[in-house]
Structures are given as structure tokens and as C-alpha cells.
């Protein structure tokens, strides 16, 4: 192991402590709005308090650490989010919201002064929510949470009121205008790093995800008096469609950029063993970095629908539709930059998950770094990360912080 500045041993103690805060016989949850997320809440503060950091919470949820800096210079944000899918991870989320609180403990334990303020974030709701609804508090750090949502509605409570639970208030605005930087680590939760051997993983984007409904409509009828020929299976038709997709999904990530394309939800009406399938709805989730991939798609999927057997109809929406993100250009060299000061191996990808470094990026420069996963396993209980991966990763984050900050020390001369 190399020698680093950060603490290996914290980093995994801590990672290993937060992770046990899980509800019991479902490792490893911990979600957002629920009692044991306030209890891992709980435990953050106090670790960051333990830091020499001061803690607040922001009007979006976001539980913060701050550490003040030597000059007027505006704030170098870390981070990414504690809570967890029903039986994820005890890696996605929390190794970064780690690493930010051990490179704020480092600096401080070397007598590192920067110019700026560093704030450790924990983001609110990263992950989909019992609302339905993610990456709740990082949209609303950035303005752009949608104020409809504060509406939405869960055992009777509305979001509204689950932010003031705690600790955020709805009636505020959340946004920030003093952010210079933002880092965030992040498990890849994919193969890449693992199958080409290296530490890190700079991403250069963030995937945009747009999700289309399709319904199909055909005739339902007697399974053993329908004729075969005459029949209108709307299933039949929704498997020409399926397999489409995913061959027009190798076709487009054969290119070269990232593209993915997953019929996720399938349901047939009516459902019956002696009846013809007469409706079928798919929704797809397509990813890509490249915005002009995705109109293209969009476009195939129109056209593929008028290719279906003889009665069967088909409409098609979109239920979603975020552009692609890209991470910041300066940023992404600093960390190349420090990879290789700290003798880190280091390639260029895409993201196809979202974070919630896709909405700081609207209003800072944002940069990701990946460190690898077991067989690039996520949201399992089987997730799994080499802690001394973690805390390489630490340490390039802790050098990218330092040369940003000291630029802008050249900047003020």
C-alpha cells in the first residue's frame, strides 16, 4: 500500500460503522426519511462535530460540516449521500460522503490551510425515495428541485413535511452561489475499473436518462378457439419490440459512447392463461452522453412502432427526459494531475448512473472520481469496495482540493 497522508484504518472503521446502522435482517438499509436514516444522520453529525467541523442543516435536507478557510475565496465542496435502496450497499453513497469527512480531518491534523471553505455534504435522498422522487437535496442545493414534488404524499406525509423533519425547510431556498468546486467518490458500481485494472475511474460524463412508456393495444380473444392467423397478441408484439431494443442498444454502444437501453417494467392485460393478450405496456430506460444518440433513438423507437404485426396499435410518451452532463474540464486534469502525483493509474469513462454531481454541475465546476467494486456489483447486499481503493482514491481528492485551492491563492497575487 502506498503511503498516504489520509487514514486508511479511519476510513474503513467508519464506513464499516455506518453500514451497521441497517434495519435489522435487511443489510444494508438505511432509507431516506426513515427512523434508521436518522440514525445514521445522527452518527454523521457527530463525526463531523468529532472533525472540528461546524454542522448545520440546509433548507434541502443536506447535512453539512463546514470548515472555514483563510480568505474570501467562496467554498470547495465535498461529498455524496448516506441513504441507501432497500438492501443495497454499504458502499454506494457512503464511501464518499467518507472520504470528504477524511480529507477535511486530514487537512486539519496536517495544519493545512486553504483559502477557501471546505464543506463535507451529505446529500439528501440520492437514491429513488419512498416519494418516488431522487437526488432531493443536491436539486435543491442547485434550484432545481420542482416545487410540485413538495406535494407528493407517503403514508400521509408529504414531502414538505418530511423536510422539516429533518431538519430542511421548504419555504427556503436552498441554492448556492459560493460554490467553487465540487468533488464527489463514488463506488463505479459497474466492471470497468475491476476488468482493466485500474485505481481510478475521472468521469467525463454523466449519462442523461430518458425513460419512454409504450402501451400496445391488440384484441383479446379465446386462446384455444383465435385462430393463429387471425389473432392481434399484443405480447407478440411487444416481444418483436423488446428484442429490437436491445439490438439497436448493441448496435448504438458499439459506436463508442455510452449507451444503454432496458425494457425495466413489462405487464400483459388481462393476464390469463386461456386468453389472448390484448394490451401490453413496456417503459424503457435509455441512457447516453450524447444527446444526439438519444434523439436518434427516440426517433428509431417512433418509426419501430409502425413496424409491429397487423392489429396491433401502439403510443408511446416520455416520462422523463434529463440531458447528459458533462463534468468539468479543468477539474478532471487536476485530478489527472494528482492520480499521478500519488502514482494512481487512472482511465477517462462515462457514468451511466446518475449522482449527484449531475446538479452541483449546474451551478460549479463538478468533478466524479470512481474507485472500483467488486465483480462491479451494486445495490446488493454483495456490493463491495477494498477499503485501501477507497483511500487512494482519498488521497487524489485530497491533492486535487490542495492544487485547486492553490491556484486561486496564485488568482488573488
Same mark, same amino acid.
Given at each position: 500500500?502506498?503511503?498516504?497522508?489520509?487514514?486508511?484504518?479511519?476510513?474503513?472503521?467508519?464506513?464499516?460503522?455506518?453500514?451497521?446502522?441497517?434495519?435489522?435482517?435487511?443489510?444494508?438499509?438505511?432509507?431516506?426519511?426513515?427512523?434508521?436514516?436518522?440514525?445514521?444522520?445522527?452518527?454523521?453529525?457527530?463525526?463531523?462535530?468529532?472533525? *472540528?467541523?461546524? /454542522?448545520?442543516?440546509?433548507?434541502?435536507?443536506?447535512?453539512?460540516?463546514?470548515?472555514?478557510?483563510? *480568505?474570501?475565496?467562496?467554498? +470547495?465542496?465535498?461529498?455524496?449521500?448516506?441513504?441507501?435502496?432497500?438492501?443495497?450497499?454499504?458502499?454506494?453513497?457512503?464511501?464518499?460522503?467518507?472520504?470528504? !469527512?477524511? /480529507?477535511?480531518?486530514?487537512?486539519?491534523?496536517?495544519? !493545512?490551510?486553504?483559502?477557501?471553505?471546505?464543506?463535507?455534504?451529505?446529500?439528501?435522498?440520492? %437514491?429513488?425515495?419512498?416519494?418516488?422522487?431522487?437526488?432531493?437535496?443536491?436539486?435543491?442545493? @442547485?434550484? =432545481?428541485?420542482?416545487?410540485?414534488?413538495?406535494?407528493?404524499?407517503?403514508?400521509?406525509?408529504?414531502?414538505?413535511?418530511?423536510?422539516?423533519?429533518?431538519?430542511?425547510?421548504?419555504?427556503?431556498?436552498?441554492?448556492?452561489?459560493?460554490?467553487?468546486?465540487?468533488?464527489?467518490?463514488?463506488?463505479?458500481?459497474?466492471?470497468?475499473?475491476?476488468?482493466?485494472?485500474?485505481?481510478?475511474?475521472?468521469?467525463?460524463?454523466?449519462?442523461?436518462?430518458?425513460? +419512454?412508456?409504450?402501451?400496445?393495444?391488440?384484441?383479446?380473444?379465446?386462446? *384455444?378457439?383465435?385462430?393463429?392467423?387471425?389473432?392481434?397478441?399484443? =405480447?407478440? *408484439?411487444?416481444?418483436?419490440?423488446?428484442?429490437?431494443?436491445?439490438?439497436?442498444?448493441?448496435? %448504438?454502444?458499439?459506436?463508442?459512447?455510452?449507451?444503454?437501453?432496458?425494457?425495466? %417494467?413489462?405487464?400483459?392485460?388481462?393476464?390469463?392463461?386461456?386468453?389472448?393478450?390484448?394490451?401490453?405496456?413496456?417503459?424503457?430506460?435509455?441512457?447516453?452522453?450524447?444527446?444526439?444518440?438519444?434523439?436518434? $433513438?427516440?426517433?428509431?423507437?417512433?418509426?419501430?412502432?409502425?413496424?409491429?404485426?397487423?392489429?396491433?396499435?401502439?403510443?408511446?410518451? +416520455?416520462?422523463?427526459?434529463? !440531458?447528459?452532463?458533462?463534468?468539468?474540464?479543468?477539474?478532471?486534469?487536476?485530478?489527472?494531475?494528482?492520480?499521478?502525483?500519488?502514482?494512481?493509474?487512472?482511465?477517462?469513462?462515462?457514468?451511466?448512473?446518475?449522482?449527484?454531481?449531475?446538479?452541483?454541475?449546474?451551478?460549479?465546476?463538478? @468533478? !466524479?472520481?470512481?474507485?472500483?467494486?467488486?465483480?462491479?456489483?451494486?445495490?446488493?447486499?454483495?456490493?463491495?469496495?477494498?477499503?485501501?481503493?477507497?483511500?487512494?482514491?482519498?488521497?487524489?481528492?485530497?491533492?486535487? /482540493?490542495?492544487? $485547486?485551492?492553490? @491556484?486561486?491563492?496564485?488568482?488573488?497575487?
Amino acid at each position: 500500500m502506498r503511503n498516504l497522508r489520509v487514514s486508511t484504518d479511519r476510513i474503513g472503521a467508519d464506513i464499516a460503522a455506518l453500514a451497521a446502522i441497517t434495519d435489522p435482517g435487511q443489510p444494508w438499509t438505511r432509507r431516506a426519511f426513515s427512523p434508521r436514516f436518522d440514525e445514521g444522520r445522527a452518527w454523521l453529525a457527530t463525526r463531523f462535530a468529532e472533525a *472540528g467541523l461546524s /454542522v448545520t442543516t440546509d433548507a434541502g435536507g443536506n447535512l453539512l460540516g463546514t470548515r472555514r478557510g483563510t *480568505g474570501d475565496c467562496g467554498t +470547495i465542496l465535498l461529498g455524496s449521500h448516506s441513504d441507501t435502496v432497500p438492501d443495497g450497499g454499504r458502499f454506494d453513497g457512503v464511501a464518499g460522503v467518507i472520504v470528504a !469527512l477524511e /480529507v477535511a480531518r486530514m487537512l486539519s491534523e496536517r495544519g !493545512l490551510s486553504l483559502r477557501h471553505d471546505l464543506c463535507v455534504a451529505d446529500f439528501l435522498a440520492e %437514491e429513488v425515495s419512498v416519494f418516488g422522487v431522487s437526488c432531493i437535496g443536491s436539486r435543491a442545493m @442547485a434550484g =432545481l428541485r420542482p416545487p410540485e414534488w413538495l406535494a407528493l404524499t407517503h403514508q400521509g406525509r408529504t414531502l414538505e413535511q418530511a423536510l422539516y423533519d429533518v431538519g430542511g425547510d421548504a419555504k427556503i431556498s436552498a441554492q448556492r452561489t459560493d460554490i467553487k468546486a465540487f468533488f464527489e467518490l463514488h463506488i463505479e458500481q459497474g466492471p470497468v475499473l475491476a476488468s482493466t485494472r485500474k485505481d481510478l475511474g475521472l468521469v467525463t460524463a454523466i449519462a442523461g436518462i430518458t425513460r +419512454i412508456e409504450v402501451i400496445l393495444t391488440g384484441r383479446p380473444d379465446h386462446a *384455444g378457439t383465435a385462430p393463429m392467423h387471425l389473432r392481434a397478441d399484443a =405480447l407478440v *408484439g411487444a416481444a418483436q419490440l423488446v428484442t429490437a431494443i436491445e439490438a439497436k442498444a448493441r448496435a %448504438e454502444a458499439e459506436k463508442g459512447a455510452h449507451f444503454t437501453a432496458t425494457v425495466g %417494467e413489462f405487464s400483459i392485460t388481462p393476464g390469463a392463461a386461456n386468453v389472448v393478450p390484448g394490451g401490453a405496456r413496456l417503459l424503457i430506460d435509455a441512457r447516453a452522453v450524447e444527446r444526439a444518440q438519444m434523439e436518434g $433513438f427516440l426517433e428509431w423507437i417512433r418509426a419501430a412502432l409502425k413496424t409491429l404485426p397487423a392489429g396491433i396499435g401502439a403510443q408511446s410518451r +416520455i416520462l422523463s427526459d434529463n !440531458l447528459p452532463t458533462p463534468m468539468d474540464e479543468g477539474l478532471i486534469a487536476r485530478l489527472e494531475t494528482a492520480a499521478e502525483t500519488c502514482g494512481a493509474s487512472h482511465i477517462r469513462m462515462a457514468s451511466g448512473a446518475g449522482h449527484d454531481a449531475a446538479f452541483l454541475a449546474r451551478i460549479a465546476p463538478a @468533478a !466524479l472520481i470512481f474507485v472500483p467494486c467488486k465483480e462491479g456489483r451494486s445495490h446488493c447486499p454483495e456490493e463491495w469496495a477494498e477499503t485501501d481503493d477507497i483511500a487512494l482514491g482519498a488521497e487524489v481528492m485530497a491533492e486535487a /482540493v490542495l492544487a $485547486f485551492d492553490a @491556484a486561486t491563492q496564485g488568482e488573488d497575487r
